[in-house]
């Protein structure tokens, strides 16, 4: 198979990319890729809160605690580097220290990340002399970046805004399988030239995180290598973060609905809007409950508005309902205000033959609301998943 | 189709029952049953902690407030009567007052349950005019009953032991999909002779249903009208909560296990016993939590060794552990101890082509340990699923 096409899009200003071959994925496709800017950035960080969290995620914390700046992100793809034990420690370490002694960096001003199979030692040889010819081949297409750090996603994520000023925001992840991030995200990179304030960015992270990564399900399993990173290297033009965060947040919820869309085995986008909640974070919960059902995905999957699955998933995230006062739509249709309500069986199952599939539900308790992206459940997500080592 | 054949299973001392098919089942097959006792009972009940739990689940927890003894359970499959407003409320309520009335008992003595399709008014004049007959046609085969109320399930599900005295248990089980019990279950009747200390017993009922139903998982979706309900007439003898607990609990764990390898679309049992935890609720959330993954499912529908996705769920689970002093072994094969162990794959896959598949986990930071059960999720899951209405 030839890798997916994609059009290029510009990294921001002092930003560079490089992806090769070093040998990690068996298919010979490109599996190490870094970014690099030319200045220090200042950044933000979140991690999987997995108790078994590889040691990518691991030193990456380490990194942002100590609150330094950093030059550069190396990524392979292929194999996760988690559950490696202390060796995997070790080499995680090695590969930042390649890329700093390359780039003639301190190792604390490289974030490293790994995707792919749990449980296998790097083949370390292959990766360190590919990291050693990575900054040979530098370019400025944050697409081949976005190519180089798929897994089993079939087409590759990337997203940008442009801010005041002429500085601009570009976005690339990854997703499909192992997909439920917990106050993280499976992979997603942010890169602006936009001169930020660093102590701010750092403190609303976590909100943004909240309401676009952590808002996507694609089968409720968290990931133990999960994390989200924007790196801003203040080239372009200074922008304020009232400017600079809803544009932020624009960007990785593009970037969260194509890994909801990309889910293995997906043919559809699940799109979950939940009103009429105490809380956001009651209303985000619903939504997501809704949204990592397999059986709402599997009626989604068969077109069939099985509402009675949306009650089921909002009575069992515990968030507060009062179900009299509950309403519920699937793709603009009624079919639930505290009762039953009577509806074109055919009609309805028709209007979920689209693109993406969208249900509206009022809890009727309070004012929050939230939104959360998941996808159907085919069998060939079984078929990915049932044979993926062996 | 042809019901499933089951091997006769004799009711305790007192009790009866009756099955017929009332219309509610397009198949035409039995769909309204009873268990009647001539006596009686002291009873515990567990139902499920959905925020939008039917209304038999509601109304027997009121009835079991009121703590007073029951005489008769009234059953149909095919309609859970949930998420039906206020007529479903009336409706359930009808139900057991109609057949108190043919019984001469106190709608109070009579309990109901509902399981099948949500969202649905039930067809009363067709349940009411069943519930006038059921008296008709007593019998005291209990595998009538577990017949009667499967939806999805393909095998009815009984278990029964024998206690001192010569008092008998005997349990009967539905389940299939939406199985993921929260402080309930699926459908668990139990029915017993003994005389046991009633306030004893439901003080004991929610730590057997924690490390029985409610270890048990099939979806991960937690069904609006689970429930779990022991009924004692005291007619054989009397027996100690000592001699009853331990019995009760190998009936639960028996019909638990039957409910996970009776899965929609299982073809087989997925057991994950997790020791070395810091206490038996955290054992019992990471047990369950990787019988609830998919991908671990996945992996075990393929006969595929990858011990990465235990490490994964694990994490994910929240449970403490000390990632280097965890193992993990599939089938009684060590693959991991705090790093990755040389296996034979080949070995390992084909010792997984069992009826039942074992993974053995210490999180290694306490003493505690638990067991929890599920099954492999096919293709076949997502068939059913996704064309349940229409």
Redesign the interface.
């Known amino acids: 198979m030839s890798e997916p096409a994609s059009s290029p899009l510009t990294l921001p200003k002092g930003f560079q990319t490089a992806a090769l071959a070093a040998g990690i994925k068996p298919s010979g496709k490109s599996d190490l890729s870094a970014v690099v800017s030319d200045t220090d950035c200042v950044w933000a960080f979140a991690g ?1 809160r ?4 590889a040691a990518c995620v691991t030193r990456n914390r380490e990194v942002y605690a100590a609150g330094g700046p950093v030059r550069a992100l190396v990524v392979n793809a292929g194999n ?1 580097n ?7 420690e070790r080499d995680n370490a090695d590969i930042a220290d390649a890329l700093g002694s390359v780039l003639n960096v301190d190792m604390d001003g490289v974030l490293t990340a790994s995707t792919g ?5 790097l083949p370390m040889d292959r990766v360190l002399s590919g990291v050693e010819h990575l900054p040979e081949d530098l370019g400025t297409d944050a697409a081949a970046f976005a190519t180089a750090i798929m897994t089993t996603d079939l087409r590759p994520k990337t997203a940008s805004a442009n801010l005041p000023g002429g500085a601009r925001i570009v976005g690339v992840a990854k997703g499909s ?2 997909i ?1 991030p ?1 106050m993280a995200t499976m992979f997603a990179f942010v890169f602006t030239d936009a001169a930020v304030d660093g102590p701010g960015l750092r403190a609303a992270f976590s909100a943004v995180v909240a309401r676009t990564f952590n808002a996507v399900t694609v ?6 290598n999960d994390m989200a990173i924007v790196l801003a290297n203040g080239q372009a033009a200074e922008v304020a973060l009232t400017d600079f965060l809803p544009a932020l947040e624009t960007v990785m919820r593009d970037l969260a609905r194509q890994i909801a869309r990309d889910g293995e085995g997906a043919t559809r986008l699940l799109t979950v809007r939940v009103s009429g909640a105490l809380t956001e974070a009651e209303a985000l919960t619903a939504a997501r409950t809704c949204c ?4 709402l995905k ?2 989604v ?9 949306v ?11 009062n ?2 006062g509950m309403t519920v739509a699937v793709q603009g249709n009624p079919v ?1 205000a ?3 309500l009577p509806y074109d ?1 055919a009609a309805v ?1 028709q209007s979920m033959k689209a693109e993406e599939v969208i249900f509206e539900i009022d809890l009727g308790v309070g004012g929050a609301s939230g939104e959360a992206w998941g996808c159907d ?3 060939e ?10």
């Open positions: 999987t997995s108790t078994t969290a996760a988690a559950a490696t034990g202390k060796r995997g199979i749990i449980g296998h030692p399988g192992m439920h917990d089968d409720g399993d968290t990931s133990t990592v059902s397999p059986l599997s009626a999957h068969g077109n069939d508005p099985n509402w009675g699955r009650i089921m998933a909002v009575g069992r995230s515990g968030a507060a309902v179900i009299e639930f505290g009762k039953p069986d199952s459940l085919s069998a997500y079984v078929s990915i998943n049932a044979d993926y080592t062996t």
